[in-house]
């Protein structure tokens, strides 16, 4: 068996194939973002589910499915592998049986990055690459960071503005270069961004510009239908910025479907803030493109704040529409509450990955997500990435005590008459 079956990018928009050995972030003929192929057909005969079982459980456990082609050039803290939890209180509250909590919560830095950047600068290495840039609203950055400062890549982030004050400064803890990044529209980034590839040869880490860091997301296809014993979910609900996660676990998907390892695929939802949601008011104009939409300022899910996705967001409307799933938007304050039931289950998640949950409480209303279906909500960070949203969501006691016997025998008293 070979350690990688990838074989060489194609371009979205012209089709043109490139070879792997090649630092490429866009397609150099015309700009198009490129997608990693596999060579499905030997991956068939060489590979059983069963090869993966013994494996660590970590993202790399796949490794197969990912371009790396030398081990050596790893850059690992144990990504990946995090548990699938099945509901103990949502699932009551709403009617379902079968919901599940993907946490990525529990990643090194404290959020799904971390899969993406240890594939993209595992590979960077390989590549030879010295340094890069990415743009970030704050986990993007710390992942980042922390995987280039493994690397010996020196690494530079383009910081959102809008980012909280310790987003920001647990990206200077990990050694990179920072600069707070002012614009007015997520357009102007991706311009700037593009611009930088065409005329100083920048190899860049953002989603999608960069071709690798959506692959790693492919691996939440791999752990979830290996934790329902080879099966895919119904429906999989994903908060959206970019897109990568909800692109990259769809790609995994269908890449299981083709070997035979699964049936049937889930449909894909995508979920963003009501204060700006460019790809739920696509979808909900049956249009593949999405245009500038909203105010970034006005939602307190800063990881998903975005205006206007890379190049229309086609890749991530094609995966909702592809997979028979849906967008939705939720509210603040759909999101504050979501936080308090993920609290109930044990988690503690940022406002991005409540969202999840808020969207799949709308479905449930709806009707649109049935009592019998098998649903998955991924956790995308900790909710220790923005404590204010968390103070907000659980107020601190005013109960007090001193420490002695009688004033404890009282406290316990009035908590459990």
């Known amino acids: 068996m070979a350690w990688s079956y990838a074989t060489d990018y194609s371009c ?22 490129l997608e990693i192929h596999y060579d499905l057909d030997r991956m068939k005969l060489d590979l059983q589910p069963e090869h993966f079982n013994a494996r660590e459980p970590s993202m790399w456990r796949w490794h197969e499915f990912y371009p790396l082609k030398h081990p050596s050039n790893m850059v690992s803290m144990g990504e990946g592998g995090t548990p699938l939890l099945p509901s103990v209180y949502a699932g009551r509250k709403l009617g379902l049986s079968r919901l599940y909590f993907k946490n990525d919560a529990l990643m090194p830095t404290g959020s799904f990055k971390d899969r993406g950047f240890s594939l993209a600068v595992s590979f960077a290495r390989e590549l030879g690459i010295s340094r890069g840039l990415t743009y970030s609203s704050g986990n993007a950055g710390a992942s980042f960071a922390a ?34 990044l002012y614009f007015e ?6 311009k700037m961004l593009e611009q930088a590839v065409r005329e100083l040869g920048l190899y860049q880490f953002v989603n999608f510009i960069n071709p690798t860091r959506h ?21 999989m ?14 790609k995994g998907f269908r890449e299981l479907q083709q070997l035979g390892w699964i049936d049937a695929l889930p449909r ?11 790809i739920v008011r696509a979808f909900k104009q049956g249009a593949r493109h999405a245009e500038k939409y909203g105010d970034p300022t006005q939602t307190i899910a800063q990881s998903i704040a975005a205006d206007a996705p890379i190049q229309g967001g086609r890749r991530v409307l094609n995966a909702v529409y592809d997979s028979g799933g849906f967008a939705e938007s939720v509210t603040n304050e759909e999101i504050i509450e979501a936080v308090q039931w993920l609290g109930s289950e044990g988690i503690c998640a940022e406002p991005a990955s409540a969202a999840s949950l808020a969207a799949l409480k709308r479905a449930v209303d709806q009707g649109i997500v049935q009592p019998d ?16 949203v968390i103070q907000q969501a659980a107020a601190e006691s005013e109960l007090k005590l001193n420490a002695s016997f009688d004033d404890l025998n009282k406290l316990l008293a009035k908590l459990w008459p």
């Not at 383009?158 to 200077?172: D, F, G, H, Q, R």
């Not at 529209?185 to 991706?190: C, P």
């Not at 970019?242 to 692109?247: A, E, N, S, V, Y």
Request: charged fraction near 15%.
């Open 12 to 33: 979205d928009d012209c089709a043109k194939r490139f070879d792997l050995s090649q630092p490429l972030n866009t397609c150099p003929s015309c700009g198009g973002l």
């Open 185 to 190: 529209s997520m357009t102007d980034i991706t």
């Open 268 to 278: 894909m939802v995508a979920v963003q803030p009501y204060a700006t949601g460019p």
């Open 147 to 180: 995987y280039a400062s493994r690397a010996g890549l020196d690494a530079t982030v383009l910081v959102e503005y809008l980012a909280n004050p310790i987003k920001k400064s647990i990206i200077s803890l990990y050694g990179a270069h920072t600069a707070a």
């Open 215 to 235: 692959e790693a997301m492919k691996s939440y296809a791999y752990e979830i239908s290996q934790a329902l014993g080879w099966k895919a979910p119904d429906v």
């Open 373 to 388: 279906d098998c649903v998955v909500c991924v956790i995308t960070g900790s909710g220790l990435k923005q404590p204010s």
């Open 237 to 250: 609900i994903h908060p959206v910025g970019t897109g990568g996660g909800i692109w990259g676990a769809w």
